[in-house]
Nanobody, 118 residues
């Protein structure tokens, strides 16, 4: 059993910052790529950022230059630093990871609400 537990969401004013964390636990041999996705009300879930085991990153155009994804492999944890937040960043943010246990699993976090007020 593998779980991703997210933390760090909340309410912030436009222009502010938040940091999300995603901690993996369970019977983990190795974690491959990790990522953050978001889903705004009435919209489909979309990719925000991904990071490989080696640290290569990829960002949605809408967050480039404002968001930074990182990971601590020793802690099985990924982070999303969000700066210069805009009201359109308001969404439920989900962590995602490819986890090698006895098999390869794709695991999702429970979701964490980020609300940016104007």
């Amino acid at each position: 059993q593998v779980q991703l537990v997210e933390s760090g969401g909340g309410l912030v004013q436009a222009g502010g910052s938040l940091r999300l964390a995603c901690a993996a636990s369970g019977s983990i041999f190795r974690i491959g790529a990790m990522g953050w996705y978001r889903q705004a009300p009435g919209k489909q879930r979309e990719l925000v950022a991904t990071i490989t085991l080696g640290g290569s990153t990829n960002y949605a155009d809408s967050v480039k230059g404002r968001f930074t994804i990182s990971r601590d492999n020793a802690k099985n944890t990924a982070y999303l630093q969000m700066n210069s937040l805009k009201p359109e960043d308001t969404a439920v943010y989900y962590c995602n990871a490819l986890v090698l246990t006895v098999t390869m699993l794709e695991v999702w976090g429970q979701g964490n609400l980020v609300t940016v007020s104007s």
